[in-house]
Each structure stands twice: as structure tokens, then as C-alpha cells.
């Protein structure tokens, strides 16, 4: 049975997740204020969540929420209460890696979809088959699964159970985040959501009897960022995870900012929208997807685990340093009297040209005539992010729109 895979997006944000709805997004991923992987995300407070929980069913997106720490003891009464609150919310499907949570989730809120987290490094169709056998509806894969191991895992699971797969964004160097570098060299534990990246850092050796004296450390001829892996890109094999049998397509980033969001989520949208059209259009368009996938903030991209365990040349890079095409100024809230208003994320001036950015794949040139403050007091530059203006543009942008500017 052909399947018609789920884009999933990830949220930090109440500001994000609207984002993610108006530029494709089929279901988005949230994490509250506690209990998910991503203590440093902005992560939603209780009435953001039921906020943007109201919007994206009004679009008729679907939501899930991560609850997947690995719990310590002391967390338990604190997940419990969590889980009563998100029982009134009522999202679509809690991400759960740690199976006493998964068992209060059943107890307090059945009715909510249970899907298992890649944290429980899901490796083989045993592994789903007990899930199942729990209740769960839906399993991520880990990211350390090939196509061909996927494919045997969908043969071998009841068709109504979900494979859900990572398919673009950050990897990390250990299985789907069994890390403990962070928790060494910080106190940071990445278990809990609060991971530092270590693996992005920069290592050399210092030999005992020569302290102070650092040696670099070569892999090899490019360079010594020994655990620093690519970011993970499949938009070139759309077809093959479509014919795998994977419900659902995941992107990373539940810590980026909702002009990556937008990119990745219109670029995606296309491409599947092109390929339940005609493989051929898929094709043609290949170009494009390449170039807008470009655009947002990222490594160097790689296919990962997918077409069998990657060699130096796919999964470990020689620097650890984001390549960042455009900057992101803002997103449009309203338009009042041909003018837009935004919260500012970084500084532009009046007569520099931005672009506007479309959910339906355009991007407009525009020049900027006029930025006033919430008075409508003139200003020459926007320097201080974070602050609602109002700004006039040569041509005619809309709500959600999305405002950037290339990189300097």
C-alpha cells in the first residue's frame, strides 16, 4: 500500500510553530517547560502550548509533545502532574523515551497517542513489536537505521503501526543521544535536555610531562574536530524513504529560529507535494529544493546512516563552523495601512534591501522606506532585536510572512 508520508516540524516557539503551520507543516513537535530534550529551546509555557495546540488544529495540523527525558526518581511526581495538564490540552501524541512514563501516560491520558521517542534507540522490528504490544502507535527510528533496515522492520509490523524517521538537521555522534560528554565536562546531562554540544568543540592532546604545551590532533590531512558529524539531508530521496514505508518525515530543530523552520518546512512541502504529483516534476524541480534548502543555517550535509554506515567523506566533517546564507529579520503579525508589523530579531536599516519571504516557494525583493517604534516614532535602523516595529516596503507582503536579508 503506497504510503503519504507526514511532515513533521519541530517548534521552539509559540512564534515558530505558527511558522511551521502557514509554511507546510502536516504536524509540529513542541516541548513545555520541563520533561523534553531541550532544556535550552525557549520551549512553550502552558498557555503558549494551548495557544498554539488551538492554532494548528484550526489548520488542521496535528501537535505532539516531548515528554522523553530519561526520569530520575525526582522527576516523577513533577511528570505526573504534566501529564494532567497535557490531558486538557490535548495534543495529538506525546514523544515518550522512558517506559514508566510511557505507563503513567496510559494510565492518565489514553486518549492521547503514545509514539517512543529515537532516545529509546529503536533498532529492530522486536523493538517496535513490543512497543505496540504497550500501546504505542508510533515509533521513531533510530537515526542509525539504514533504508533496507527500515524497509524489514515496516514488513515485519502491523500496517496500522508508524515508523517515524529523522530526515534532515543536526546528527549526533553517539546513538540518538546516548552521549555522556557533556554530562562529564559540564555537569550538563544530555539525558536530561541539557546537552552542551562538546561534540561541536575543538580538541588537542596535552602530554603529562609537558603541561600547557597543546598538540593538535589530526584525523587526518583536514583537520581535528573528531566527533563533529554533518547535518543530515535526504530532500535528493524523497522516493526511497516514501517507498521504505515511513509515516513519518521528522526534521531537527526544535532550537532553531522560524526563519530555518520556514525554510526547511516550504522546501520539503514542495517536494512532496511534487512527488504524490509526478516523480518526473519531483525531478525537474530538484534545483530548486537545492538551492532554498541552501538557504537556511547548516553544516555540510550528508545522507547519514540511510544508504548503509557512513565513511569519513559522509558523516564526520572537518569543522564544526554553520554556514548561514541569509539573516532573519522578523515575522509579519499584521499589515495595517501597508505597513507591517514585526518583532525584530536583528538590525536593518531604512533603504536596505530584505526579502519577503512566501509560504507558496517566492521570495520578493523588497526595499525598506520606513521603520517607526509602537508610537510611530521614524527610525533610520532597527539596532536592538527583540522590539515591535512597524515597517513600510516597497512591495506588498502579508501576515506570517517572513522578512530576511542576506549575510553580510
Known sequence: MARHPELLIPASSLEVLKTAVIFGADAVYIGGEAFGLRAKAKNFSSEDMREGIVFAHEHNVKVYVTVNILAHNRDL?????????????????????????????????PEIERHISTQANNTNYGTYRFWWKQGAKRVVSARELSLEEIREIRENIPEEMEIESFIHGAMCISYSGRCLLSNYFTGRDANQGACTHPCRWKYAVMEETRPGEYMPVYENERGTFLFNSKDLCMIEHIPE????????????????????????ARTYRKALDDYAESPEIYRKNMPWYLEQISNCTYRQFTTGFYFGKPDENTQIYDNNTYVREYVYLGIIGEVR?????????NKFSVGEK????????NNIPATVKEITDEDGKAMESAPHPKQVLFVELDREADVYDILRKKEE
Not at 241 to 258: F, H, N, Q, W
Not at 337 to 345: F, K, L, P, T
Not at 354 to 361: S, T, Y
Open 241 to 264: 524513504l516514501v517507498e521504505a514505508g515511513i509515516d513519518s518525515l521528522k526534521i531537527e530543530g526544535r532550537m532553531k529560529t522560524a526563519l530555518y523552520v520556514a525554510t526547511v
Open 77 to 109: 511526581p513533577g511528570v505526573r502532574e504534566y501529564l494532567r495538564e497535557l490531558k486538557i490540552m490535548a495534543p495529538d501524541g506525546l514523544i515518550i523515551a522512558d517506559p514508566g512514563i510511557f505507563e503513567m501516560a496510559k494510565e492518565i491520558c
Open 354 to 361: 530584505i526579502e519577503i519571504m512566501k509560504p507558496d516557494g
Open 337 to 345: 495601512d501597508g505597513r507591517c508589523r514585526i518583532e525584530q530579531r
